[in-house]
């Protein structure tokens, strides 16, 4: 597991007015393929792992508690392989949303609370980190 270090800037207003927390987490990216073949109780400890980073990275952003959220993942790769988005939904994006529930932004991942859109992918190094993961009102 990679060390949960991460870059934390300010929140940023959109034209809309909407606010925008970015976490930049520097996680490893697991794909719906590769915990598959991952030993159950190594998988437990990874989605464990992704779950506090994302919790500790929300708390330090200090984002309020919100009635609704909308979550949006963007995970960096530096080689230029197919990959397929879906395979990030679970259990990294899963994880990372999970983990915004338990810093207290959101009181559920449910859709009434949080909408989670898919992750996108995108092949460039960004110093920041491997993920970001951004949380809007």
Not at 20 to 48: F, G, I, Q
Request: proline share 6%; net charge positive.
């Amino acid at each position: 597991l990679a060390s949960p270090s991460c870059h934390v800037p300010h929140a940023q207003r959109a034209a809309g007015g909407r606010v925008t927390w970015e976490l930049w987490l520097r996680l490893d990216p697991l794909s719906s393929n590769a915990a598959h073949r991952m030993n159950r109780y190594r998988l437990a400890e990874v989605k464990k792992h992704y779950r506090h980073t994302a919790a500790w990275v929300a708390k330090s952003q200090r984002i309020p508690r919100l009635e609704h959220c909308v979550v949006d993942l963007d995970i960096y790769f530096r080689t230029n392989h197919r990959r397929d988005e879906d395979n990030y939904v679970y259990p990294l994006l899963k994880s990372l949303c999970d983990g915004i529930v338990d810093s207290g932004v959101v009181v559920d991942d449910a859709p009434a609370f949080m909408t989670k859109n898919m992750p996108r992918i995108h092949v460039a190094h960004d110093p920041r980190g491997l993920m970001c993961l951004r949380v809007s009102e």
